[in-house]
């Protein structure tokens, strides 16, 4: 390990809008702002908003700026990279802003039922082979439900093709409405303030060309929800934050 990633490690301990906590700390002891995140960090009721997989913070920070009434956490496990946007938080004195370092299928362990009223999932990798491990999949969906208030929104920015296809194939099966559905979002009149801010990989794909797409979904409790079963072509352009061949 280099010794700037070390470093950040070790200023990442010292930041107090960040939270590092393992697994078998959970399991034993639990995490003590779960439920009481209004309470005890962020001290007012306005709407939690997560950011999945949220690489440098960019969106978690960018909405936080915006939006000084609401909350914003960025979950990710690659703390070299929340390492930015926890700095630009501490540096900016963001108050609404906060990043945990874990998994994604832990999310429960962080946050209590209906603590979340927004997900935001932006440029995940799709997954294309492995369905479960999709962040749009019937499994992830299940797990958001254990975190987000009946009805709370989820969205997804994303790049991939084949990950908008498979995603707006999901909610036209299980009949969900969608807030918002495009496939070139800068060219569909609803590109607003907040879809705007963009990610640092976010603008290396624009600048190659490539279209983003966006969906909106309300994301309701108590409903069995169904994989889609349709034959999707994979994506075959090479990813900058993935760095293999999509499809291959």
Known sequence: ????KLKK??????????FQYPFGVLREKGFPLRGRWHEDYFRND????????CGKGEYTVGLARRYPGQNFIGIDIKGARMWTGACQARDGQLTNVAFVRTNIELLSHFFAPGEVSEIWITFPDPQMKKVRKRLTSTTFLDL????????????????SPFLYTYTRLLTELNSIPTEINTDDLYHSGVADEILQIRTFYEQQWLDRGLTI???????????????????????TYRSFSRGELQGS
């Open 9 to 18: 490690f070790r200023e990442m301990e010292t930041l107090e809008c960040v």
């Open 213 to 235: 797409k966006y969906i909106a979904f309300p994301l309701q409790h108590g409903i069995l929800l169904e994989e889609p079963q349709d034959e999707i072509p994979h994506d």
């Open 144 to 159: 958001y439900r254990k975190v987000l208030k009946d009805g709370g929104m989820v969205r997804l920015k994303t790049d």
């Open 1 to 4: 390990m280099g010794k700037n």
């Open 46 to 53: 306005g709407p939690i908003v997560l950011e999945l997989g």
